[in-house]
T-cell receptor
């Protein structure tokens, strides 16, 4: 069974640009959550999508957005990039039911903003 | 807000020793507590989890204990091996943000042979 796939693995962008990251969950999983990992703040929850709807949102500015498609694949978009957005962006997939909480992470996308 | 404190931040042990990592969480309503291992250049890997109706769970050399009254949970690794060297994160399922996992800051475990 294939794991969670994130593309691309690495990205370098300039301040002010926007970026789109992609996540393909484990087959059969309907929930995709996004996390930002930085040395200073650790792992922080961005948002979660379930059946194409945003189910939860963390405490990040509106520049961070996402969506989920009917095949459960998800994309995350960051607009007007700032230097502080440099981080490892991780997505996690799970079955999504109330008791099915095991979340499996992808390898992440390393975003560097210069 | 919801948070979890994780100790120690670094832990060095000799191969064959045991390692213990402890976490204290803020949300007494939480019912799910996973542990993740992250190796360099990789995403976090779920290694064990425990739900609030269980006090202890074991999987080979790894065990997790949960004390809901004290809001503590711990990871125990016995007979450590060099391949156990990694960053370990505790987490709990936040109830304020629905299905979001709230992570500790991580423990860097180094096992020397």
């Amino acid at each position: 069974k294939a794991g969670v796939t994130q593309t691309p693995r690495y990205l370098i962008k300039t301040r002010g640009q926007q970026v789109t990251l992609s996540c393909s969950p484990i087959s059969g999983h309907r929930s995709v959550s996004w996390y930002q990992q930085t040395p200073g703040q650790g792992l922080q929850f961005l948002f979660e999508y379930f059946s194409e709807t945003q189910r939860n949102k963390g405490n990040f500015p509106g520049r961070f957005s996402g969506r989920q498609f009917s095949n459960s694949r998800s994309e995350m978009n960051v607009s007007t990039l700032e230097l502080g957005d440099s981080a490892l962006y991780l997505c996690a997939s799970s079955l999504g039911g109330k008791m099915n909480t095991e979340a499996f992470f992808g390898q992440g996308t390393r975003l560097t903003v210069v | 807000g919801e948070n979890v404190e994780q100790h120690p931040s670094t832990l060095s042990v000799q191969e064959g020793d045991s390692a213990v990592i402890k976490c204290t969480y803020s949300d007494s309503a939480s019912n799910y507590f996973p542990w993740y291992k992250q190796e360099l250049g990789k995403g976090p890997q779920l290694i064990i989890d425990i739900r609030s109706n269980v006090g202890e769970k074991k999987d080979q050399r790894i065990a997790v204990t949960l004390n809901k009254t004290a809001k503590h949970f711990s990871l125990h690794i016995t007979e450590t091996q060099p391949e156990d060297s990694a960053v370990y994160f505790c987490a709990f399922l936040g109830t304020q943000a629905g299905t979001a996992l709230i992570f500790g800051k991580g423990t860097t475990l180094s096992v020397s042979s």
